[in-house]
DNA sequence: CAGCGCTACCACACCCC
DNA sequence: GGTGTGGTAGCG
């Protein structure tokens, strides 16, 4: 054992102690910075009644949203880009956990880890919100603040129209992000007992409000035709809706797939021409709340010089990734934070925590008093594109959902599968006025009307399930405008759902409709 | 080991004129 | 030239 000498107990007394004391202080000091970045977050206070799972950390979203579902607590996936736990480099990743017990994690960390996104989920409940941005050096001349003032204006009237919604922007939640490059602005609207459906139905909205924008700006701007947001495109857009807008919603809503079939069914009706005239009056209320100026002062310039909208319309797909209020993107510094225009007040008060709660796009609490606002005819557009989970030519296949009838979808598959083995449904439409399905085959071309395969289109089959028969159609040109439709064959007995239920007495009709009850109760709870 | 969901765009095949 | 299909780069 050495012994303690007089200097090394009091302390430095000499230039070689001073430089190790000062070489200790150092490594404390590393140590502490060290432990203040990767700083591990106080637990959160477990109560009797309290979340029994802190947080998961997953590195797919559908592992995380499969564990949410599995668990019995209300739980919620939160995506973050993943250096803000020491690994990755911008990298997504998925967070499983409560809105309480994320913001009890959340507000500890500092400004520059927090890059986390709220993954507003496919179908869910949510706010209306906007993403509001436009480039300042391509838009010398426009006055942001404004165009928001505006603009809140603008839905605020729509909503009225429409759904006889009264808001003001003391109902708007208004958060900035902007640089002295670009201009951005979150709104998420607080309209007490009122929610959208779900994203999706938002963007349906939003769509045709901004195309009512466009086209009055048009016929007002210079008589020629600009790029990008010509007339011609505008009604084209619009035909298609017509045509595609029932395979777009088909999973949910078969409904809307009838009153688009009767809309294209009737044009040049009085009822149809009717309601033209009725929604070009909205439109015209509407627009004529405000100048001309303050119109076309929404459009902006994107960086190419195309005409644009102000209003960012790719925020509205499923599963979309949106901002959490002070949340940076990864290697930026501009977190949004309340912007100084901001009216809107949480009941509580004005609190970090309670802009948090407010914040976030799926949190709607559940009530009888809840309205929900859901797309109507005219609001609905093409959505071309279907989710496929699995990548390459194979993912029709593998993306390819059950249909209400899943014995008739078994069966078209055994029959094509007999001459095209690889053969599949793309997809199908139910409507279930009239009890038909529509099939889009995939690598399956036989076509009856040319009793041979075509070399590039597609066939699809129509199921009546009233008359318990089917029967062949084509996308090809030639058959199309021949109007071909194959003669009818039987349907099997086997595929339908009686058939299974006939001598059961364990389905009867009050079972069947606690099971759809329920499906219903279940979707329409936020998650 | 490790993101997701589009959407605009292009290339190509086939059929029509 | 029009239509349907498949593949991919790139955006939010």
């Keep these: 054992m050495s012994t303690i ?26 140590k502490v910075k060290d432990f203040k970045r990767h700083k591990i977050p106080k637990d959160y206070k477990q109560r009797i009644t309290g979340p029994v799972v802190d947080w998961k950390l997953f590195y797919r979203q559908q592992s995380a949203f499969n564990y949410a579902r599995d668990q019995s607590e209300e739980l919620h996936v939160i995506a973050f880009e993943s250096s803000s736990v020491g690994f990755g480099d911008g990298k997504r990743m998925y967070l499983v956990t409560s809105y309480d017990v994320f913001w009890n994690y959340y507000k500890q960390l500092s400004s520059e880890k927090k890059l986390h996104y709220e993954i507003i989920p496919e179908g869910a409940v949510c706010k209306l919100y906007f993403d509001l941005e436009f480039s300042i050096p391509d838009n010398p001349d426009n006055n942001g603040t404004e165009m928001v003032a505006i603009f809140i204006q603008y839905v605020c009237l729509w909503l009225e129209e429409e759904f006889s919604v009264k808001c003001s922007r003391k109902d708007v939640l208004d958060l ?6 670009k201009f951005s602005r979150h709104l998420i609207f607080l309209i007490p007992d009122v929610a959208f459906q779900d994203n999706v139905t938002i963007g349906c909205f939003i769509h045709h409000i901004i195309e009512e924008l466009n086209k009055y700006c048009e016929s007002s701007d210079l008589p020629k035709v ?17 045509t595609n807008a029932c395979l777009g919603n088909q999973i949910n809503s078969p409904k809307n797939c009838e009153s688009a079939v009767e809309d294209a069914s009737c044009c040049g009706d009085d009822g149809v021409l009717d309601t033209v005239r009725k929604k070009s009056q909205i439109s015209d209320r509407v627009l004529g709340h405000f100048t001309k100026e303050q119109l076309l002062s929404l459009i902006v310039r994107n960086k190419h010089g195309e005409k644009t909208s102000f209003c960012d319309m790719g925020v509205y797909t499923k599963n979309r990734n949106f901002r959490l209020y002070l949340s940076r993107k990864y290697g930026k510094n501009n977190p949004l934070l309340v912007a100084a225009e901001n009216e809107f007040v949480p009941l509580s008060s004005m609190n970090d925590e309670a802009i948090f709660m407010d914040s976030l796009i799926a949190n709607v609490k559940f009530s009888s008093r809840m309205k929900i606002l859901k797309s109507n005819d005219t609001h609905r557009r093409s959505q071309r594109s279907f989710s496929n989970k699995g990548a390459s030519s194979t993912a029709c296949l593998e993306g390819y959902k059950a249909s209400p009838y899943p014995e008739v979808d078994a069966f078209l598959l055994e029959h094509v599968r007999k001459l095209e083995p690889n053969g599949g449904i793309r997809h199908w439409t139910y409507f279930s006025q009239g009890e038909l399905i529509v099939y889009e085959m995939a690598n399956y071309r036989f076509c009856h009307n040319v009793e041979r395969s075509h070399k590039s289109n597609n066939v699809m089959f129509v199921v009546d399930l009233k008359k318990k028969i089917y029967y062949q159609k084509c996308h090809d040109p030639v058959c199309k405008s021949q109007g071909f439709k194959s003669s009818d064959f039987p349907l099997p007995e086997s595929v339908f759902p009686s058939f299974l239920w006939e001598d059961d007495p364990m389905f009867d009709g009050e079972d069947e409709d606690l099971c759809s009850a329920a499906e219903d109760i ?5 998650l």
């Design 5 to 30: 000498t007089r200097n090394l107990f009091y302390g430095a007394s000499n230039k070689n102690d001073l430089r190790k004391r000062k070489l200790i202080e150092k490594c404390l000091d590393e």
């Design 176 to 181: 900035e992000a902007s640089t002295d490059k």
């Design 226 to 242: 600009e790029n990008g947001l010509s007339l011609d495109s505008c009604t084209s857009t619009k035909k298609d809706s017509v």
């Design 522 to 526: 279940e979707k329409t709870l936020p």
